[in-house]
């Protein structure tokens, strides 16, 4: 198969990701040590049974063996005193070995419990002594004392050859239980030297496993990522061009190559952004030239417009005053709509100034307490709150870096507007508020107004956008667009609660310090001249 993200079909090995060859690792070292496990614990147990074995029941029972036909020896001792001598200090030995050999014969029997060879042993000398003490030592200890038993001497040869086959029987139990004892003992010996060898060949395999995992793990996937990492870093570093060779695992190799078609990917893009960079050269230098172009034409209006315009609006009211009461009522109707449009051009060629010059002409920033400001626009606008009969209240405001002069522009258009649009019968309460959020400051401007409608709270800071008619409340419908440039050119928004109705409410926010790069104000788009609806 051929072509870019086409990739031969993998096969075998090959196509065994990293996930795969750790699970396969993971399962055949769980496996391996599973197994060496369970051998190293079978190995334990069989080795703490042979243990117990020998200490609790092989030594034990041959020390009782011994100590049983020492019991049997003490009563032929006491059995064949008494018989000649007819002492009976002589039957004190035989009933003590007589009560011995019952303790040690039940105690070997519990010892021996399973194994039916040396059951079959005390049992044989269990027989062999019972006969024993049947026909010679319980008649010889019936005799009278005082005197030698007759029987003693009649059965001296019985006596014998009876006491012999104790000693053969005693002497046979003990023989097989001192092989076992050595047998056990040799068993163990042996497992132990096998247990060690387990555990040495276990340490081995983990040392083994674990030098062959991290060998699969440096080659199999540090290798290929420190080679991925190596030609990432080159291509980071500029070379474009520089080829990825995927390697490892099936995933790994996926990887380069995707990352090398994002490599390629990126050549392309590289190229068209290039272009557009070139582009956008050229759409710069046409913007600065249209920049040049607009300044000279705010020259021109702040100059050459500026004196015609004074002399149209002298010379009409010259003709209102020189004039007035002489023509008909339609001659002064014509001469007020004269006068009232040159102020208002006049009014609205400044207020265009400003707004032009935010951010191009005011653009000292420094640190700027926001009291005093609001302080110097109250005092600036005091004749209008004097004749309102507004309220103004503030919580302290804080120290910002700012242009003092768009902060003071900033404070008269919002409480200048919330003087002017207030209700016919109730005076002005206006409250400004301050709060840190975040890494910004808060500002509220809230007054009991007549409000703004929901469906204006956009509208309002799109330039030239008016809500009544310049009959009922005048400007120009530029203050609150030149709030927004304001604000915005300082870090923040600006926007109208829609929440509140007893009035209106401006919030904004301000940051500590304005960006470095503060991106340029975009002239709004000037409201449908045909309206008058909006504020």
């Given at each position: 198969?051929?072509?870019?993200?086409?990739?031969?079909?993998?096969?075998?090995?090959?196509a065994w990701t990293t996930r795969r060859w750790l699970r396969m690792g993971t399962a055949v070292s769980l496996v391996v040590l599973a197994l060496l496990g369970t051998t190293g614990a079978w190995i334990l147990s069989r080795t703490e049974s042979l243990s117990k074995e020998l200490v609790d029941v092989r030594s034990p029972a041959l020390t009782t063996a011994?100590?049983?036909?020492?019991?049997?020896?003490?009563?032929?001792?006491?059995?064949?005193?008494?018989?000649?001598?007819?002492?009976?200090?002589?039957?004190?030995?035989?009933?003590?070995?007589?009560?011995?050999?019952?303790?040690?014969?039940?105690?070997?029997?519990?010892?021996?419990?399973?194994?039916?060879?040396?059951?079959?042993?005390?049992?044989?000398?269990?027989?062999?002594?019972?006969?024993?003490?049947?026909?010679i030592a319980r008649p010889i200890a019936a005799a009278p004392p005082g005197s030698s038993s007759p029987l003693a001497v009649e059965r001296a040869a019985e006596g014998k050859t009876a006491f012999d086959a104790v000693r053969a029987a005693l002497g046979g139990q003990q023989e097989r239980l001192r092989a076992e004892r050595v047998r056990t003992r040799d068993e163990l010996m042996t497992m132990m030297e096998v247990r060690n060898w387990v555990f040495g060949?276990?340490?081995?395999?983990?040392?083994?496993?674990?030098?062959?995992?991290?060998?699969?793990?440096?080659?199999?996937?540090?290798?290929?990522?420190?080679?991925?990492?190596?030609?990432?870093?080159?291509?980071?570093?500029?070379?474009?061009?520089?080829?990825?060779?995927?390697?490892?695992?099936?995933?790994?190799?996926?990887?380069?190559?995707?990352?090398?078609?994002?490599?390629?990917?990126?050549?392309?893009?590289?190229?068209?952004?290039?272009?557009?960079?070139?582009?956008?050269?050229?759409?710069?230098?046409?913007?600065?030239?249209?920049?040049?172009?607009?300044?000279?034409?705010?020259?021109?209006?702040?100059?050459?417009?500026?004196?015609?315009?004074?002399?149209?609006?002298?010379?009409?009211?010259?003709?209102?005053?020189?004039?007035?009461?002489?023509?008909?009522?339609?001659?002064?109707?014509?001469?007020?709509?004269?006068?009232?449009?040159?102020?208002?051009?006049?009014?609205?060629?400044?207020?265009?100034?400003?707004?032009?010059?935010?951010?191009?002409?005011?653009?000292?920033?420094?640190?700027?307490?926001?009291?005093?400001?609001?302080?110097?626009?109250?005092?600036?606008?005091?004749?209008?709150?004097?004749?309102?009969?507004?309220?103004?209240?503030?919580?302290?405001?804080?120290?910002?870096?700012?242009?003092?002069?768009?902060?003071?522009?900033?404070?008269?258009?919002?409480?200048?507007?919330?003087?002017?649009?207030?209700?016919?019968?109730?005076?002005?309460?206006?409250?400004?508020?301050?709060?840190?959020?975040?890494?910004?400051?808060?500002?509220?401007?809230?007054?009991?107004?007549?409000?703004?409608?929901?469906?204006?709270?956009?509208?309002?800071?799109?330039?030239?956008?008016?809500?009544?008619?310049?009959?009922?409340?005048?400007?120009?419908?530029?203050?609150?667009?030149?709030?927004?440039?304001?604000?915005?050119?300082?870090?923040?928004?600006?926007?109208?609660?829609?929440?509140?109705?007893?009035?209106?409410?401006?919030?904004?926010?301000?940051?500590?310090?304005?960006?470095?790069?503060?991106?340029?104000?975009?002239?709004?788009?000037?409201?449908?001249?045909?309206?008058?609806?909006?504020?």
């Open positions: 198969m051929t072509g870019e993200g086409k990739r031969p079909r993998e096969r075998g090995l090959s011994t100590r049983l036909e020492s019991a049997v020896l003490n009563q032929e001792t006491g059995i064949r005193g008494y018989g000649l001598t007819g002492t009976p200090d002589f039957l004190t030995p035989y009933r003590e070995g007589v009560a011995e050999q019952e303790s040690r014969t039940a105690q070997l029997s519990g010892l021996l419990a399973g194994d039916r060879a040396a059951l079959a042993d005390l049992g044989a000398v269990r027989d062999a002594v019972t006969r024993w003490q049947e026909r060949t276990i340490a081995v395999l983990i040392v083994a496993l674990t030098s062959l995992i991290f060998e699969g793990l440096r080659r199999g996937i540090n290798e290929p990522l420190d080679r991925l990492g190596a030609d990432a870093r080159t291509i980071a570093g500029g070379d474009f061009d520089h080829p990825i060779t995927p390697s490892g695992p099936a995933d790994l190799r996926r990887l380069g190559e995707e990352i090398d078609s994002m490599r390629r990917r990126l050549v392309r893009e590289l190229a068209f952004t290039e272009e557009a960079r070139l582009r956008l050269d050229a759409q710069a230098a046409d913007l600065q030239r249209s920049n040049a172009e607009l300044e000279q034409f705010a020259y021109v209006a702040s100059h050459d417009l500026q004196e015609p315009l004074r002399k149209v609006s002298s010379f009409t009211q010259l003709l209102q005053r020189r004039y007035g009461g002489q023509l008909d009522s339609r001659a002064d109707q014509y001469i007020d709509f004269a006068v009232d449009g040159a102020n208002r051009m006049q009014v609205l060629i400044n207020d265009l100034l400003d707004f032009s010059r935010v951010g191009r002409l005011h653009n000292a920033h420094q640190s700027v307490d926001l009291d005093d400001v609001l302080e110097r626009t109250l005092s600036a606008l005091s004749v209008g709150i004097e004749e309102a009969g507004a309220v103004i209240t503030h919580d302290p405001l804080p120290t910002l870096v700012a242009d003092p002069t768009q902060m003071g522009m900033l404070w008269q258009n919002l409480i200048g507007n919330a003087v002017k649009f207030r209700r016919p019968d109730e005076a002005p309460r206006i409250r400004v508020t301050a709060a840190r959020e975040g890494g910004l400051w808060r500002f509220t401007v809230t007054d009991n107004g007549i409000g703004i409608a929901p469906e204006y709270a956009d509208k309002v800071f799109v330039i030239f956008q008016r809500l009544h008619t310049k009959d009922v409340y005048s400007g120009s419908g530029i203050g609150l667009a030149m709030c927004k440039k304001i604000v915005e050119f300082h870090g923040g928004t600006i926007a109208v609660d829609t929440e509140y109705r007893e009035g209106a409410r401006i919030t904004f926010t301000l940051a500590p310090e304005p960006p470095e790069t503060p991106l340029p104000a975009a002239l709004p788009p000037a409201a449908d001249s045909g309206t008058e609806r909006t504020r």
